[in-house]
């Protein structure tokens, strides 16, 4: 095993316990999955983030109420439809497009959760476990928007990943 893989799970399990630990103090509200997946799409490739959504929705079944592997197919699909609106809309790797990104990713996290849970209730008469509301949407929509802007300041400032693309003076505005 490489130095690189050892140290992409070193990190997966550390961010997985920061989330875990996140999550109880704060009632499930705090959800950043969806906003690290579709950053490391944006920034890195597929296929990593493919393996991060993996392990990470391997991890969440651990602890999950909802049947084991329910959150590894809903990472999976996450990935995919994120991978699928980078390849086909996104043009120009911004800030905005990474954030706009980063919303529909939070959203169709939740979407695809209530919609497993509403077929298990369907299916088998599953007890409703998780509850969905607009705040505790909203909730997790501003903070993953201000998870996205840290996570693209503090890439801007580390690599050349992104152009600086908020103010530049030698290129005219149009």
Same mark, same amino acid.
């Given at each position: 095993m490489s130095k690189k893989n050892i140290f992409t799970i070193l990190l997966i399990i550390l961010?997985?316990?920061l989330h875990q630990s996140l999550i109880?103090?704060?009632n499930w509200r705090l959800n950043f999955w969806p906003v690290i997946l579709v950053f490391i799409l944006f920034i890195f490739d597929y296929k990593l983030s493919l393996i991060w959504a993996l392990t990470v929705g391997f991890l969440l079944d651990l602890y999950s109420s909802l049947p084991f592997g329910f959150n590894l197919v809903i990472l999976f699909l996450l990935t995919l439809t994120a991978y699928l609106l980078i390849r086909g809309f996104v043009t120009n790797r911004s800030f905005l497009s990474l954030l706009i990104l980063a919303i529909f990713a939070t959203l169709f996290y939740n979407i695809f959760i209530?919609? =497993?849970q509403e077929l298990l209730i369907w299916?088998?008469?599953f007890n409703?476990?998780?509850t969905f509301d607009l705040s505790t949407i909203f909730v997790q929509i501003v =903070?993953?928007?201000v998870l996205t802007f840290l996570l693209f300041i503090s890439t801007l400032k580390l690599t050349k990943r992104f152009q600086n693309n908020f103010f530049n003076p030698s290129q005219p505005r149009l």
């Open positions: 961010i997985f316990i109880l103090k704060l209530f919609l =497993s299916l088998i008469d409703k476990i998780l =903070s993953n928007a």
